[in-house]
Nanobody, 127 residues
Framework: AVQLVESGGGSMQAGGSLRLSCAAS????????MGWFRQVPGREREGVAT????????HYGDSVKDRFTISKGDKMHVVNLEMKDLKPDDTAMYYC????????????????????WGQGTQVNVTS
């Protein structure tokens, strides 16, 4: 069965760092795009970062460039998101997602191509 398990998150003061991890299972040995998205109530889900699990091609949302880093974990279909210099605007529910078509390899990564989603993990950044 397909499963996405997120870990990390929590509360942090502005300027601090947090690390999120996502382990996806049930996808065999397929090359995927795995991404992190975030959402606050009343707003659309926003792309944070994505990576392909084969070549490591990465893309970032404009609001997190130079502060967040997405990387592949040691095991297949595990990705990490290192978040530095956190700002109150980073407060959101963060979701891990999988795109079976690996569209991110061509720079295309809207939420609509991600067919599998985790339950989300909350990140709160206080000023």
């Amino acid at each position: 069965a397909v499963q996405l398990v997120e870990s990390g998150g929590g509360s942090m003061q502005a300027g601090g760092s947090l690390r999120l991890s996502c382990a996806a299972s049930g996808f065999g040995s397929s090359t995927l795009c795995m991404g992190w998205f975030r959402q606050v109530p009343g707003r659309e889900r926003e792309g944070v970062a994505t990576i392909d699990t084969d070549g490591g091609i990465v893309h970032y949302g404009d609001s997190v460039k130079d502060r967040f880093t997405i990387s592949k974990g040691d095991k297949m279909h595990v990705v990490n998101l290192e978040m530095k210099d956190l700002k109150p605007d980073d407060t959101a529910m963060y979701y891990c997602a999988v795109d079976l078509g690996a569209y991110c390899r061509s720079g295309y990564w809207p939420t609509t191509v991600y067919g599998y989603w985790g339950q989300g993990t909350q990140v709160n950044v206080t000023s």
